[in-house]
């Protein structure tokens, strides 16, 4: 009566391979993560230059000669552009840093 069970086996089969699984999937998971950092230190240099061409995008400023003429366009400089004057409007204002 020592015979053992099919159902047992079974079991512990699917048992096993659901643990080989879990633990593959783990290891690859980790790995995947380990790539993609290491392509991600790779591909930026860490240089703050990415963040003020996306500072000047998000802004308009793209002349450095226009802030110094106090909202008028400066007469030495060839640009034709002046810069936009601030305007007040009413109505109820929010300004959001992204957060939620």
Partial sequence: MNTPDARAEARNRANRRLRRLTIG?????????????????????GSPAQGDAVALVVTGDTDASSRSSA??????????STTPSVTSGAGVAHASTGGS
């Fill in 25 to 45: 999937t783990t290891a690859l998971g980790i790995a995947a993560t380990g790539v993609i950092g290491l392509a991600a230190s790779i591909s930026d240099d």
């Fill in 71 to 80: 909202g008028t366009a400066s007469s030495s400089s060839s640009s034709t």
